[in-house]
């Protein structure tokens, strides 16, 4: 199957800096990656649709200032969480569809970042 | 709620059992998909039913889908030790977003 690396996979930081997480396809062309966020023994909650040379779709409640997501190539997406504080400390999944449309219907997991602020 | 419910929210059983696991959801689906994920890590798709589906099979997984009541149901049979996990629906809605939404969960242990 279609590989998503995301790195890194853990990284402590201090209040107030920024931290980056890339998510990047490995042998496949993704057109729209999607992040979400995960508090522990909770669901994935979708924060935003990453589309390939446009502007990423925020769900509501979550803070585009907040969480920068850029996605300027067909191969990589990356989420910068601004100026973190504790409360951002959380568990942060990328995904990816292969290809465009519904034809590809299933996603492709990275394997997480789990970010903690200081 | 951008979430569909799922129960049990926990699950326990030995080995060898069988497990069920129950997904509802809110809006109309194109399809339904299961995702399986160990602890701190990321997701595992399993398997997709779509909405003019009703049940489908993939080795110990028999997946079912009731579009009238909006469910959907999960059964692994003949667990083993290394099913512990925590077990996901995501709907695919109809209105084409491409977004998938996620349940809330089960955690399953299987017990050696």
């Known amino acids: 199957g279609a590989v998503v690396s995301q790195h890194p996979s853990w990284v402590i930081c201090k209040s107030g800096t920024s931290v980056k997480i890339e998510c990047r396809s490995l042998?496949?062309?993704?057109?729209?990656m999607f992040w979400y966020r995960q508090f522990p023994k909770q669901s994935l909650m979708l924060m935003a649709t990453?589309?390939?040379?446009?502007?990423?779709?925020?769900e509501q409640g979550v803070e585009k200032d907040k969480f920068l997501i850029n996605h300027a190539s067909l191969t990589l997406s990356t989420l910068t969480v601004t100026s973190a504080h504790p409360e951002d400390s959380s568990f942060y999944i990328c995904?990816?569809?292969?290809?465009?449309?519904?034809?590809?219907?299933?996603?492709?997991f990275g394997s997480g970042t789990q970010l903690s602020v200081l | 709620s951008q979430q569909g419910e799922e129960d049990p929210q926990a699950l326990s059983i030995q080995e060898g059992e069988n497990a069920t696991m129950n997904c509802s959801y809110k809006?109309?689906?194109?399809?339904l998909q299961w995702y399986r994920q160990n602890s701190g890590r990321g997701l595992v798709h399993l398997i997709l039913?779509?909405?003019?589906?009703r049940e489908k099979h993939s080795g110990r997984l028999r997946v079912t889908l009731d579009t009238s009541k909006k469910s959907s149901s999960l059964l692994i049979t003949a667990s083993r030790a290394a099913d512990t996990a925590s077990y996901f629906c995501?709907?695919?809605?109809?209105?084409?977003?491409?977004?998938?939404?996620f349940g809330q969960g089960t955690t399953l242990q299987v017990k050696p």
């Open positions: 039913i779509r909405s003019n589906e």
């Open positions: 809006t109309s689906i194109n399809n």
């Open positions: 995501a709907t695919d809605s109809a209105s084409n977003t491409g977004k998938l939404i």
């Open positions: 990453s589309n390939e040379g446009s502007k990423a779709t925020y």
């Open positions: 995904s990816a569809r292969s290809g465009k449309g519904t034809k590809n219907e299933k996603l492709f």
């Open positions: 042998d496949f062309q993704a057109t729209t």
